[in-house]
């Protein structure tokens, strides 16, 4: 089953291609780190935490970049105003960042680069532009000559006239065409900065994620992803960079997720209309953010509101209802003539499912296919109760479709994983790993055996290590260049 993606660049579903057989590298922009995370954001690491997940089921090695902005002029003004240094209000709502992913069980990303440990690589990234004509330095400011870049426009699909037109650029003196673009800007006084070959100063915000993806994923990426209001200016600004430098494509596929409206307008902390991820799980169980969010194509506007909430969670507990049913199934007295089982319904949600998926990650269809199985299970398991007992076949028929619908939702939406479902894998039991004391060559032989079971597939026993490993202060990270691990 071949997986289709929407390409924004080219305006149309295209079979999904890696550069390189096998493996799949994505760069997704990061936040500025400068306040609590919102809903907004939430969606944008769920999406992508979902499509890495499923590149992931599909066999591919995925290599996931995702940055932080970590300087930055509301960094730098929230600094000001609490009368603290700059990296003080970083280095809080990266933690802030970290704690809000857990809670949702966004996985980290390989690499999680800070903008402030590349800026020898921006300025690298910088000099080459000018020596290649595309900018210039002006008292300090360097800017990119955007009308030297003949495609400038091919990704948001706007030419530079129109553009000019619509005001949509940054007015300046210094520049040689109003639609140039800052690459590093003068420090003003009390301002952070570094030095350069232009003086001392600090990144503009496109070059930063130019700088760290060709750093930690080279000149040409799989996919480049975020949110639909980052195609202009900065992935468009981010493509004639390094485009112009290379004059190789930088990304094959770009990838945006719809933006989430209150009441129809933009989720935004500019419009005061934002909700936090922590007063979302102060109230729900965070599954069921991740559930509102992929019941909605990514591509969509969603628009939030409590009472969505409210209809999701009821959308969840029939989830769960339906794995743990199995219990009062196993309950009853065997009944040799009961009819009816689920063998046939659950190859037609899993087809349904992986066709969905597949098909542009299609989360909404592939849950439709998921509660269409859910309601075959309800009427079996309404059945066998009004008959007082169930026959073997349709027994491990429902264990059967209980299991399916667990995995999937777990190991691909991210759902469940604090489930405890009547499930037990073959492979590996709840007592081989345990005490309050584990030695260095356990741990290393236990990631040989998760390592092992990622390549063959077996995602249940990958991630069941990798959870009892956390339980007993062991938290692992997979890279490119392997998975390391730390006592927390």
Known sequence: MSLKIYNTLTGKKEEFVPIKPGEVKIYTCGVTVYDYNHVGHGRSLIVFDMIRRYLRYLGYNVIFVRNFTDVDDKIINRANRECVPFTVIADRYIKEYFEDAEKFRIEPADVEPRVTTHIPDIIDFIKKLIEKGYAYEVDGDVYFSVRKFKEYGKLSKRSPDELIAGARVETSDKKRDPLDFALWKRSKAGEPAWDSPWGKGRPGWHTECCAMIFKHLGETIDIHGGGLDLTFP?????????????????????????????????????????????????????????????????????DFSWDKMEETKKAYEKLKNAIDDVKILEKLPENPDFEGHLYDEISKAEQGFYEAMSDDFNTPEALASIFKLVREMNIIKNKAVSEGGISRKALQSYREASEVIYKILRDIFGLFD??????????????????????????????EVRNKARKEKKYDIADYIRDKLKDLGIVIEDTPVGTKWKKV
Not at 247 to 271: C, E
Not at 294 to 299: D, T, W
């Open 418 to 447: 604090s489930l405890q479902p009547c499930i037990e894998t073959e492979d590996i039991k709840a007592n081989e790993i345990t005490g309050s004391k584990i030695d260095k060559n356990l741990i290393e032989t236990l990631i």
């Open 234 to 302: 900065h992935h468009e600004n981010e493509l004639a960079q390094a485009e112009a430098l290379t004059d190789k494509p930088f990304a094959r596929y770009w990838i945006h997720n719809g933006l989430v409206t209150v009441n129809g307008q933009k989720m935004s902390k500019s419009l005061g209309n934002y909700i936090t991820l922590k007063e979302i799980y102060s109230k729900y169980e965070p599954d069921i953010l991740r559930l509102l969010v992929l019941s909605v194509h990514y591509r969509s506007p969603l």
